[in-house]
């Protein structure tokens, strides 16, 4: 295997303090800038970290695919890892949208789950469908083989959380004619702008803590190779 | 060779193994009548129609996990794969051919399974029929590539369900809404959606599976 | 406290709790690793050139 890791231009000390920093100023802004909103008054503050999550969470996804892409077609030889990396986060960022989303779920509807969330549904599939990613990964045997598997099944799941989306609108037709409705809240001034710091600051944390386990598989298979040496 | 030929050729292979030794059609014939029958014992006595339409897609579902299971399996016994990737022919044939074969063991197995559902349930529409046509192509599509993969892990048969499942949550969805609903149509364009897009995935990306 | 905050603060605990875990797990995975590496590192160079010697002789 080769233990060539990558050069970045940020160090990672650097960006951990940036990534401290903008999380400490984001959460501040949800708590004592942002307004109470109209309708959903103090518990629209979930919002803020819960859609930011999610959409970090696809973006992980998408970043995972991208990679396994690179490790199909270019042969990048640290493809693989990377992909490896950005699904695992992807399945931590996805099972937070869970919590906070379940949370939310019961301070609304009083029940900790409910089918009628479209976003909530999608993420229970997709980390029934990641899990079975580490599954698939962890029972072949390190090489190209276990390296391919794992492009080719991430990207199956870029195509999967479109037609999960689409089934799962579907789906509603028929099992829930009741529809709840989240009160288009209109999102503007401080809640915007809060928004426009959780977004980034939630992004950079994914990045960063993807930085730190990338930096810890390349000692890991440094050391490997010192064993073998 | 060319292309089709080779499909034929290995698709033939298939069937022609299936009728000397009879290993799979009968297994799930005989596995979707059951759960039809352990089906009407798991319904409360007045339950709707519908509940019994949604348990005609997991019947077939579970069905064609257990015909998928086995797809591979000869190839895995006699080591025929590294032989058919050595062979000058394009990796996808390998699927489409494995893919037609199952898909032609699904068919048949549902041949018995959808008269014996009207008789022990009730009557089966046009839209339904047309649903599982189209979820089966996309069953077989995604369960052979996925079963391709799970066959050379350490965990194969178990890993297989876990693998697909999620995958088909958008089949039972269009077939449901296909058997349920009073439009049928848009679950029948979004089961023809998911076979388009998952179909031109597997075939693109097959050779990777058994190739390194 | 209304119920409101309280489910907002859980949700924001949640997430904190569930980073902070996983944040010290990397960090003492780093850790251990980097301390085997360097224990590796200072005991390599012996080892590697008896095995030399070994097998010149032989």
């Known amino acids: ?229 | 060779m060319t292309y089709a030929a080779d499909v034929g050729a290995l698709a033939r292979k298939d069937l022609l193994l299936e009728l000397r030794a009879r290993d799979t059609l009968p297994a799930m014939l005989l596995f979707v009548v059951a759960t039809f029958v352990v089906f009407h014992f798991a319904l409360p006595a007045h339950s709707s129609q519908l509940a019994a339409s949604g348990l005609l897609w997991v019947a077939i579902l579970f069905t064609a996990l257990l015909g998928l299971g086995r797809a591979f399996v000869p190839e895995r016994e006699q080591r025929v794969l590294d032989g058919l990737v050595l062979a000058p022919c394009d990796r996808s044939a390998i699927w489409l051919a494995k893919s037609i074969a199952t898909l032609a063991f699904l068919g048949a197995a549902e041949l018995v399974a959808l008269p014996v559902f009207a008789l022990f349930f009730h009557g089966i529409g046009g839209a339904t029929v047309a649903g599982v046509v189209l979820a089966d192509l996309g069953i077989c599509a995604v369960g052979t590539f996925l079963g391709a993969m799970a066959v050379v892990t350490r965990a194969r048969d178990l890993l297989l369900p876990l693998l697909f499942l999620p995958l088909a949550i958008p089949i039972v969805v269009g077939g449901v809404g296909a058997t349920v609903a009073g439009s049928p149509g848009r679950y029948l364009a979004f089961l023809a959606l998911y076979d388009a897009l998952f179909g031109v995935l597997c075939w693109a990306s097959f050779e990777y599976v058994v190739t390194e | ?58």
Request: some cysteine; charged content about 15%.
């Open chain 3, 1 to 58: 406290m209304t119920t409101a905050e309280k489910y907002v603060t859980a949700a924001y605990c949640v997430i904190f709790a569930v980073v902070l875990v996983y944040v010290v797990l990397i960090a003492l995975k780093l850790n251990r690793l980097e301390r085997e590496v360097q224990a590796l590192e200072r005991r390599e160079p012996k080892p590697a050139e008896d095995e030399r010697e070994t097998i010149s002789v032989g």
């Open chain 1, 1 to 229: 295997m080769e233990t060539v890791s990558r050069h970045y231009r940020i160090p990672l000390p650097a960006l951990a303090a940036a990534t401290l920093a903008l999380v400490m100023v984001a959460l501040a802004f949800v708590f004592f800038v942002a307004p109470n909103d109209a309708v959903l008054g103090f518990s629209q503050r979930i919002f803020y970290f819960h859609v930011s999550i999610a959409f970090t969470a696809y973006a992980c996804f998408g970043a995972g695919a991208w990679k396994a892409l690179r490790h199909l077609w270019k042969r990048d030889p640290r493809a693989d890892l990377e992909s490896y990396v950005a699904v695992h986060q992807g399945v931590i960022f996805g099972v937070l949208v869970l919590i906070t989303g379940s949370i939310w779920a019961k301070y609304t509807w009083g029940h900790w789950w409910v089918w009628s969330e479209d976003e909530l549904v999608l993420f229970l599939v997709l980390f029934l469908f990641y899990a079975a990613y580490f599954m698939l990964r962890f029972s072949v045997d390190p090489g190209p083989q276990r390296a391919n598997f794992s492009a080719v099944y991430a990207l199956f799941g870029v195509v999967l959380v479109p037609v999960s989306f689409l089934a799962i609108r579907l789906a509603k037709t028929f099992l829930h004619p009741v529809i709840f409705t989240r009160h288009g809240a209109n999102i503007g001034g401080w809640m915007l702008v809060t928004y426009c710091l959780t977004q980034p600051a939630v992004l950079l944390l994914a990045y960063t803590l993807y930085r730190v386990e990338l930096a810890g598989k390349s000692i890991d298979a440094r050391l490997r190779e010192l064993r073998l040496a």
